[in-house]
């Protein structure tokens, strides 16, 4: 069994920084792809950014520029920095991760954290 446990959301002021953590724990062989999604109110969840492999990352278009993820593979840890933060950003943000267990490949889900962009 695995465990994903996210850290760092909250309330910022618009134009301000967060940076979230997602750290995997339990039975890991290795771990391949690790992403963040975000669902706001009334809306699908969507893919915010991710690094597949070691080093190939991609970013949804709306938060380029502002929004940097990066992992630590020692520590099964994978971070977004979001600067210049909106109120289009508040969202329930969800670390993902392809993990590889001794029975294959599994993908797993963090509990979720709440990021708000509000004055």
């Known amino acids: 069994q695995v465990t994903l446990v996210e850290s760092g959301g909250g309330l910022v002021q618009p134009g301000g920084s967060l940076r979230l953590s997602c750290a995997a724990s339990g039975t890991i062989l290795s771990v391949n792809n690790m992403g963040w999604y975000r669902q706001a109110p009334g809306k699908q969840r969507e893919l915010v950014a991710a690094v597949t492999g070691r080093t190939s990352t991609n970013y949804a278009d709306s938060v380029k520029g502002r929004f940097t993820i990066s992992r630590d593979n020692t520590r099964n840890t994978v971070y977004l920095q979001m600067n210049h933060l909106e109120p289009e950003d508040t969202a329930v943000y969800y670390c993902?991760?392809?993990?590889?267990?001794?029975?294959?490949?599994?993908?797993?889900w963090g509990q979720g954290t709440q990021v708000t962009v509000s004055t």
């Open positions: 993902n991760a392809r993990v590889l267990e001794s029975r294959g490949y599994a993908n797993y």
